[in-house]
């Protein structure tokens, strides 16, 4: 008897999740110390670091520094799905352009983005 091994559809692949929102700073060490005297624990990065993430329950908040001009990138929502490859699939299908394929990032998520038709970044993530 021979067992086929069954891959999950794309249109299985859904949305679990909010895990983080991402806000852009042009002074991560003002915005470490904000946030850290908030009581946030922070998991990544710092002060003199260009990406940092803090504990928020079973969440995230994120800090990217935006260091030249006026801050243009309000921030971005990341949420985690079932299966990030089968999901950007699913996105394709639907005729929407992510910014790029599927990645594995340092911070242990595979994860893409794309932009809603109001330009608002979204991110779909799944830890590794």
Not at 12 to 30: F, G, P, Q, Y
Not at 47 to 69: C, V
Not at 93 to 104: L, S
Not at 119 to 126: D, P, Q
Request: proline content about 5%; overall charge negative; charged content about 20%.
């Amino acid at each position: 008897m021979t067992i086929e091994r069954m891959e999950p559809s794309d249109h299985d692949a859904h949305v679990e999740s909010l895990s983080a929102i991402t806000l852009a700073t042009h002074d991560m060490a003002r915005a470490v110390r904000f946030y850290e005297a908030l009581g946030f624990r922070m998991l990544y990065g710092g002060a003199n670091d260009a990406f940092t993430s803090f504990a928020l329950g079973s969440s995230y908040l994120n800090l990217t520094s935006e260091t030249h001009g006026p801050i243009n990138f309000w921030g971005r929502v990341i949420i985690y799905v079932s299966d990030v490859d089968a999901f950007y699939r699913k996105v394709l299908a639907h005729g929407i352009e992510p910014q790029f394929a599927p990645r594995d990032a340092p911070w242990n998520e595979r994860y893409f983005h794309l932009t809603d038709p109001d330009g608002h970044e979204l991110s779909f993530a799944r830890p590794l």
